[in-house]
């Protein structure tokens, strides 16, 4: 039962955020292939990696993750941040234009979180945020982000 529910809201936000996807690539305001997309969502959950940390995020080689960087930063996704501490490392920023196409996840997901709030009880939802911290902090232990 825990399965098939955690499994159908996890498929649900998938899917809205699969149709949004597909609804720019109709009216041609997609730029980004399949492949990008993920590695900008590893590179926005990781907060600023270096082009190294996200290597090591997506299981790419370093060549390969510089490579899709690159390509990224030309299309207006991505900038490199010079490191304040170590001037040869570079950070990875998303811009507003990642932020702009990302967001069609974001407002869905508001949408749901403002309907929880006002279906369920402070208490009630006191607990879900509980059982969410567990399974980020210890029971999703091996993802680092």
Known sequence: ???ESFTRVYSKFKLHFYQKVFERWQ???ASLT???????????????????EFAKLANLSSPNAAYKVNNLVKKGYLTKVQSREDK?????RVTQ??????NISYQYMDTV????????????LEILVRMLKVMDEE?????QI
């Open 88 to 92: 040869r490392e570079y950070h990875l």
């Open 1 to 3: 039962m825990l399965r």
């Open 34 to 52: 399949t492949v990008e997309t993920f590695c900008m969502e590893i590179i926005n959950a990781a907060g600023e990696p270096t082009v190294n």
């Open 139 to 143: 029971l999703m232990s091996e993802i």
């Open 113 to 124: 979180l403002q309907r929880m709030e006002e279906r369920f009880s402070p208490e009630e």
């Open 97 to 102: 234009k990642y932020l702009d196409y990302y």
């Open 27 to 29: 009216d041609r305001e």
